[in-house]
């Protein structure tokens, strides 16, 4: 066991850092719209003309070919460094990518993965519906299949940039016959085919970040399904285990941050009868204990890469730490609002990141399914009734 | 940068593992009589190398580091093997640091052993595992101080938490007689460690206990772990012993290398790992439902044991985390 660099890494560590302060944008990351998407693919072809984009993907198709520790390392110093997450480019990057890496067709892989490294594409997801949430198996978004094209007719929701994406990882049904997991399809479908509509859903702060999307007999050529007609569970679930592995890495080191930044504001700010907060004993036992388990969920991380590394494949540690980093993230919020007091009246980024942090135990995977995960995978316990 | 143990450690965990569940199973508990370790029971943990393995060669020890002590002393608290354990492994290095070598000797060899000593809310001392204890290891947030028993005076003996353990009260404590005191840095970061250890472990044995007792306990004509109100109890077990036994070898490593992140890892490991002990152990009682509340049950005893390990090293953890540099 040991914490120590190689010197191939230190100086990878070296090179990212110096690279990182003298590239990252000067400007803030703009909340929604066609303005973010402009300055997500702007810092994505800025990071893919410096060598940094897809540090862990295959050579072949445009990444660096280096191991998770490299990655592991960029993701440290960028939320370090203050630079922007990958917002827009997110789902391309950590969702649609890696599934097309594991389970696609060489032309799929040619044709898309460079396009996500270079900053020339913004992916959603299409996964949830309005009447298939936790239960993703019981979706129903129908594709008849007609020749060398499904059709298809149905809705999807929560999907994030849908309206401004240019490609969408969709899960359709194939097979209304099968059970529930079986006659599932994965399938690329381009946002720009005629038969798509989308409806706006306003986030709690009123951003505009999720949407409903409407499939009116939506006509997806059947080049473009990832894996087996029928076989989109398998491909859909490699996906979501990417989702809860080293993708919280950036997140783990922002929290981390804002923790220590948390813990700084408290030692100095008096409440208003002019005593200070940080004297208030319940206040300082949860600075504490966010602190320590903040250095917990850094040390997992590092536990479910040194795990990844012998396995090859995600187990279920993502949802460990999907678990924590969503825990912290809450309680982070929750004690920073208790600091500003009456201001709780208006919306400020400590309100604002106080409500949005609420997503955080319903988004990719309920905290309540990924605790059936932890019971099963981790624990062998029987599925639940 | 690999936070997984080597191949080395790997086999230390095995043997340790494979002679505590043969010699020292966690369910012998409710069974035992009196409050002193079997005098063979410890020489055999004595001959194994355990209470020096983390001192050097020189001292008297194995030669190996904190990391191996951390490994193995987990897999103690598993077994809920006594606190005398523990405070043995720490007596022999304050007495290696103050250079008292026959001391060293008579602790590694199995000979003498340590107990604790608390300071109490009287003003006194609370010893604990007093029972055949040639010393106490005396620990506090300023110091570690390994003191012979006649530096108590007034000692009465009581009952403890917990009843496999002795107890005594002492109410003095000439400091001129003890033996060694180290108030180093490097002490507290190695002490939390290791207690640490003892809770990690008590707190992964809690849960695998738990998760057992919910696949055989029918009720309704299921196994009770397929509720969830059951299982996802069961599944908070697992992710804070994820985190505690990730921040333990994290630490360990921060605490060999004597690295810049020690002491807010090392503090944060016995935070982390009292939080998920005790937390496990409360709610283990509720998921044995009547039994979880008899003696003849485990969950009670690793309950007890999470306390006592808990209120070790002087309630100093909290501001240590707080103060601690930031490490970004």
């Known amino acids: 066991m040991n914490l120590d660099l190689s010197p191939e890494e230190q100086a990878f560590r070296e090179e990212v850092r110096t690279w990182l302060e003298e590239n990252k944008p000067k400007e803030s990351q703009p909340e929604d719209g066609p303005a973010m998407r402009e300055y997500d693919l702007a810092w994505q072809r800025k990071q893919y003309a410096g060598g940094w984009a897809g540090i862990a993907w295959p050579k072949e198709y445009g990444g660096r070919g280096l191991s998770t520790s490299e990655q592991l390392i960029w993701y440290e110093e960028s939320a370090k460094a203050g630079a922007p997450l990958a917002g827009s480019c997110f789902v391309g990057l950590n969702h649609g990518g890696p599934t097309l890496i594991a389970n696609a067709s060489e032309a799929q892989k040619t044709f898309h993965l460079p396009k996500i490294l270079k900053g020339e594409v913004i992916w959603c997801q299409g996964f949830s519906e309005p009447g298939a949430g936790s239960d993703l198996a019981g979706l129903s978004t129908r594709a008849e299949i007609d020749g060398d094209e499904l059709v298809v007719t149905g809705s999807k929701i929560w999907t994030s940039y849908g309206h401004i994406a240019d490609y969408q990882e969709l899960l359709v049904r194939t097979d209304p016959t099968s059970k529930k997991h079986a006659g599932i399809t994965w399938v690329i479908c381009d946002m720009r085919f005629p038969g798509i509509t989308i409806r706006p859903v306003p986030f709690v702060d009123r951003v505009h970040h999720f949407n409903q999307v409407f499939y009116d007999e939506v006509r997806i050529p059947i080049s473009n399904v990832v894996g087996e007609i029928n076989g989109g569970w398998k491909t859909a679930m490699s996906t979501l285990s990417f989702e809860r592995g080293t993708a919280f890495t950036e997140r783990q080191v922002s929290l981390a941050k804002a923790v220590d930044n948390l813990i700084d504001r408290a030692k100095t700010r008096t409440s208003p009868d002019g005593k200070l907060t940080f004297g208030d004993a319940e206040i300082g036992r949860r600075l504490t204990r966010l602190r320590a388990e903040t250095a917990a969920l850094r040390a997992m991380t590092y536990v479910a890469v040194a795990r990844n590394v012998r396995r090859n494949a995600p187990g279920p540690d993502g949802s460990m730490l999907k678990i924590l980093v969503a825990r912290l993230g809450k309680e982070l919020n929750q004690i920073a609002l208790e600091l500003i007091g009456s201001d709780v009246v208006l919306m400020n980024d400590i309100s604002d990141g106080y409500l949005r942090s609420f997503a955080s135990t319903v988004g990719g995977g309920t905290d309540e399914i990924q605790h059936n995960i932890v019971a099963q995978r981790v624990l062998g316990l029987p599925r639940q009734q | ?328």
């Open chain 2, 1 to 328: 940068m690999d936070l997984y143990p080597t191949n080395d450690q790997l086999e230390i965990i095995t043997s340790a593992s494979d002679y505590l569940s043969r010699e020292l199973p966690a369910d012998r508990m409710p069974k035992q009589q009196g409050t002193t370790p079997p005098r063979g029971q410890w020489q055999g943990l004595a001959d194994m190398g355990w209470f020096g393995l983390g001192l050097s060669e020189d001292a008297g020890g194995l030669g190996l580091s904190v990391i191996e002590e951390a490994l193995v002393l987990r897999e103690f608290g598993r077994h809920l093997a006594p606190p005398s354990t523990l405070a043995t492994v720490l007596a022999a290095h304050l007495a290696a640091s103050a250079g008292k070598s026959d001391v060293v000797e008579a602790l590694t060899s199995g000979a003498q052993r340590a107990g604790f000593a608390l300071p109490a809310s009287n003003g006194g001392y609370n010893l604990l595992d007093s029972d055949g204890a040639d010393f106490f290891v005396l620990w506090t947030e300023d110091a570690g101080v390994l003191a012979p028993r006649e530096a108590f005076a007034g000692v009465t003996v009581v009952r403890a938490l917990d009843d496999s353990l002795q107890a005594a009260t002492a109410t003095g404590f000439d400091a001129g007689k003890a033996t060694a005191r180290d108030d180093g840095a490097t002490f507290q970061q190695r002490a939390r460690l290791l207690t640490a250890a003892m809770l990690t472990g008590n707190a992964e044995a809690t849960r695998d206990l738990s998760a057992e007792y919910a696949k055989t306990r029918i009720q309704f004509g299921h196994p009770i772990a397929v509720f969830q109100a059951i299982s996802h109890k069961c599944a908070d077990m697992a992710v804070d012993c994820e985190a505690s036994a990730a921040i333990l070898q994290y630490a360990a490593v921060c605490v060999r290398d004597g690295s810049p992140e020690a002491e807010l890892y090392a503090a944060s490991a016995k935070y982390v790992a009292g939080n998920a002990a005790r937390n496990a152990a409360a709610n283990s009682m509720q998921i044995h439902g009547g039994y979880g509340q008899t003696y003849e049950y485990l969950p009670h005893f690793f309950l007890k044991r999470a306390h006592i390990y808990q209120s070790l090293g002087g309630g100093a953890d909290g501001a240590v985390i707080l103060a601690a540099a930031s490490t970004l």
